[in-house]
Nanobody
Framework: EVRLMESGGGSVQAGDTVTLSCVAS??????MAWLRQAPGKEREGVAT???????????TYARHIKTRWTISRDNVMNTLRLEITSLKPEDTAMYYC???????????????????WGQGTQVTVSS
């Protein structure tokens, strides 16, 4: 069984930096990702990373994501992290960690690529 547990969210001010963490356990598939869902919007992928095999460490970001976002993984601790700098009110969302199987040479950002999901951690950014 794959289990994912997110942490690190909270209420922050615009311009702050937040680092989200996702501790994974079980037989973790080759792709892990961060996705988010803002109020009234569909869930969207933010960043992904290949976790196993020769492509391990390959990161992919959604097209609209700028340089404020960094995905990383601590392989020893089985922890996936997402650092977001210069937070904006529009970054307010529930952030989810997810895991799925690799198809091709990179992990896609589409939510339907992912089978396993955490409960999410809320990030609320005030102006």
């Amino acid at each position: 069984e794959v289990r994912l547990m997110e942490s690190g969210g909270g209420s922050v001010q615009a311009g702050d930096t937040v680092t989200l963490s996702c501790v994974a356990s079980g037989d973790i598939p080759d792709c892990m990702a961060w996705l988010r869902q803002a109020p009234g919007k569909e869930r969207e992928g933010v960043a992904t990373m290949v976790t196993n095999g020769p492509l391990r460490g390959r990161a992919t970001y959604a097209r609209h994501i700028k340089t404020r976002w960094t995905i990383s993984r601590d392989n020893v601790m089985n922890t996936l992290r997402l650092e977001i700098t210069s937070l904006k009110p529009e970054d307010t969302a529930m952030y989810y960690c997810a895991a799925g199987h690799l198809r091709g040479t990179y992990c896609r950002t589409a939510p339907d690529e992912y089978t396993y999901w955490g409960q999410g951690t809320q990030v609320t950014v005030s102006s």
